[in-house]
């Protein structure tokens, strides 16, 4: 394969997947955002990679979503080898793929989406996948921190029951 139809195709696979590829990332790595988006960039990396290598990809969405868990678990296998503890509490079951599981959780990210308003979102994205404390958020938004923190246990508690449902 030329090189102009690998970039043709790597840009083909990037554009189709890259959104689903980063919110599989995002939820396993517990909405860390740079954390998701250094898996993406291992992850598309690799497929290049692979592609100017000869391989031959006959499920792009299966092999990209084969190679980000594996740079999951090897992350995952990683911090735990060096005692690190920079991704908090993160279990290893999370890392395990399962083609259900990630169905599961694109509906529940979407089912999520549709419970909040906008602010409640905001709120949501900024506690938890841009990682802002508590104090920094509240100082943002010019409220106290208790306020703050009733707020996210609301929202908190309405997107616990919106999922039962």
Known sequence: ???SEIRSLFEQYYQSY?????KFC???VQFRSEYAEDCCQNVFMTLYRKLREGVTVEKPRAYLYTIAANY??????DI??????ELGKLDAPQYCVNMEDTVESKLLLEKVATLLNEE???LIRLRYEQGYSLDEIAAQL???KLTLSKRIYRIRQKI???VKE
């Open 160 to 162: 616990r029951n919106g």
């Open 80 to 85: 735990r080898k060096n005692d690190n503890d």
């Open 120 to 122: 409640e979102l905001h």
């Open 18 to 22: 890259y959104e689903e590829i980063y």
């Open 142 to 144: 010019q409220i106290s």
């Open 1 to 3: 394969m030329k090189d």
């Open 26 to 28: 995002l939820v396993k």
């Open 72 to 77: 999951l678990h090897k992350t995952y296998d």
